[in-house]
């Protein structure tokens, strides 16, 4: 019996296979590789010193991602291929349905040809829309969301939760991430933005390596922040892998029901006091600019991790040295060459 992980190459699903594969388990990868290098596979087999299958499909083509379940015994999928860049979705609404929820209805529509009804789905913290409340928790449901990219999360969601009605043999975690940071302590994989990132750990990176002179940091005059600059909860990549994990577990313990978690360290952190854990940490200097507010920004949202503690007995335990510190690792040894 396999673990079926779409989006497998990329930088959450990378960390992932590789927590899964340092556990024994058989995976498969599909991938279309439209936002990720096919190094990424080698490398994961370094780290881990085991082999998988790997498919280049897009999850779109239903013919050849039925291929993968004709030729395989699959128990499980962590769906994760999907496009993840706001402002692009904004740019580009109709790619951002098609591929986000045309691909997962299209992946859906072949599980229940195979039988297979149990997924772990990467969802976001931005389902949440703006709840009048910096601490999100699972019970607040889905708020208005403010881009296509949170929307077709929140309709994802929907689409699952629907899908559980129709047929409660399903078995569905849905994960909500907050902002994974880091990379893997190996230094052989982690986020590789293309051209100018919009994230700002990427864009720290990008900084301190001297790709890019300054940052510029949006606002400094928010309500209810140390500093006055947007606080987030950043949480490290592998934690967020074995939150995958854990997930999985609940799901074999469950055997149906739809499960949410927030996945987060309960933390928020300013930009500032990123940027100088960053410096401190790896010795190296982040040149920044005060810059005006970015469009849509909210001051500071966190999760409530407590469900995820106690239902799944996950707990982000990677502080914000570690995340400084592997992003930067990962910087070095990698992306310098
Ligand atoms: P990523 O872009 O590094 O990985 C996504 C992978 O999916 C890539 O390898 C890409 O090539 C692949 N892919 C995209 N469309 C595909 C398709 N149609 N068919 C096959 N493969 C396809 O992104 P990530 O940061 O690893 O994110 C993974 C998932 O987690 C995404 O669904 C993303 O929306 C979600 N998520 C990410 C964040 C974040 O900050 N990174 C936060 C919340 C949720
Ligand atoms: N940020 C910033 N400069 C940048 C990128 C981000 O000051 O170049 C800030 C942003 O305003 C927010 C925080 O950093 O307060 C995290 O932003 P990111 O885009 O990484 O994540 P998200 O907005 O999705 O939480």
């Given at each position: 019996?396999?673990?079926?992980?779409t989006?497998?190459?990329?930088?959450i699903?990378?960390?992932?296979?590789?927590?899964?594969?340092n556990r024994?388990?058989?995976?498969?990868?599909?991938?279309?590789?439209?936002?990720s290098?096919?190094?990424a596979?080698?490398?994961?087999?370094?780290?881990?010193?085991?082999?998988f299958?790997?498919?280049?499909?897009?999850i779109?083509?239903?013919k050849?991602?039925?291929?993968v379940?004709?030729?395989?015994?699959?128990?499980?999928?962590?769906?994760?291929?999907?496009?993840?860049?706001v402002?692009?979705?904004v740019?580009k609404?109709?790619?951002?349905?098609?591929?986000?929820?045309?691909?997962?209805?299209?992946?859906?529509?072949?599980?229940?040809?195979?039988?297979?009804?149990?997924?772990?789905?990467?969802?976001?913290?931005?389902v949440?829309?703006?709840?009048?409340?910096?601490?999100?928790?699972?019970?607040?449901?889905?708020?208005?969301?403010?881009?296509p990219?949170?929307?077709?999360?929140?309709?994802i969601?929907?689409?699952?939760?629907?899908?559980?009605?129709?047929?409660?043999?399903w078995?569905?975690?849905?994960?909500?991430?907050?902002?994974?940071?880091g990379?893997?302590?190996?230094?052989?994989?982690?986020?590789?933005?293309?051209?100018?990132?919009?994230?700002?750990?990427?864009?720290?990176?990008?900084?301190?390596?001297?790709?890019?002179?300054?940052?510029?940091?949006?606002?400094n005059?928010?309500?209810?922040?140390?500093?006055?600059?947007?606080?987030?909860?950043?949480?490290?990549?592998?934690?967020l892998?074995?939150?995958?994990?854990?997930?999985?577990?609940?799901?074999?313990?469950?055997k149906?029901?739809?499960f949410v978690?927030n996945?987060?360290?309960?933390?928020?952190?300013?930009?500032?006091?990123?940027?100088?854990?960053f410096?401190?940490?790896?010795?190296?200097?982040?040149?920044?600019?005060?810059?005006?507010r970015?469009?849509g920004?909210?001051a500071?949202?966190?999760?409530?991790?407590t469900k995820?503690?106690?239902?799944?007995?996950?707990?982000?335990?990677?502080?914000i040295?570690?995340?400084?510190r592997?992003?930067?690792?990962?910087?070095i040894?990698?992306?310098?060459?």
């Amino acid at each position: 019996m396999s673990i079926l992980v779409t989006g497998g190459v990329g930088y959450i699903g990378s960390h992932t296979v590789v927590e899964l594969l340092n556990r024994d388990e058989d995976i498969i990868i599909v991938d279309n590789l439209v936002n990720s290098k096919p190094e990424a596979i080698n490398r994961i087999k370094k780290i881990t010193g085991k082999d998988f299958k790997f498919y280049e499909v897009d999850i779109l083509d239903e013919k050849k991602l039925e291929n993968v379940f004709k030729e395989n015994n699959i128990e499980s999928v962590i769906h994760f291929a999907g496009l993840k860049a706001v402002g692009e979705s904004v740019e580009k609404p109709l790619e951002y349905y098609q591929n986000n929820v045309a691909g997962t209805l299209t992946l859906l529509k072949i599980m229940i040809k195979y039988n297979c009804k149990k997924i772990v789905f990467s969802s976001s913290a931005t389902v949440y829309g703006d709840p009048g409340t910096p601490k999100y928790i699972e019970e607040l449901g889905r708020g208005k969301t403010t881009n296509p990219y949170g929307t077709t999360k929140s309709m994802i969601e929907q689409i699952l939760e629907d899908l559980y009605i129709s047929d409660n043999s399903w078995n569905i975690a849905i994960l909500r991430y907050f902002n994974p940071v880091g990379a893997h302590e190996s230094g052989l994989i982690g986020e590789e933005p293309q051209g100018i990132p919009n994230n700002l750990m990427p864009f720290i990176m990008k900084v301190a390596n001297k790709e890019l002179d300054h940052l510029n940091v949006f606002g400094n005059d928010y309500e209810g922040t140390k500093d006055g600059t947007g606080a987030r909860d950043y949480l490290h990549v592998v934690d967020l892998a074995i939150g995958h994990i854990k997930a999985l577990e609940k799901l074999d313990k469950e055997k149906n029901g739809v499960f949410v978690y927030n996945l987060g360290t309960g933390t928020a952190y300013t930009v500032l006091e990123i940027v100088e854990a960053f410096k401190k940490v790896n010795n190296v200097d982040v040149p920044y600019k005060i810059a005006p507010r970015r469009n849509g920004d909210l001051a500071i949202y966190y999760a409530d991790p407590t469900k995820a503690e106690k239902e799944l007995g996950w707990v982000a335990k990677r502080g914000i040295e570690e995340m400084c510190r592997d992003s930067w690792n990962f910087v070095i040894s990698n992306m310098r060459g």
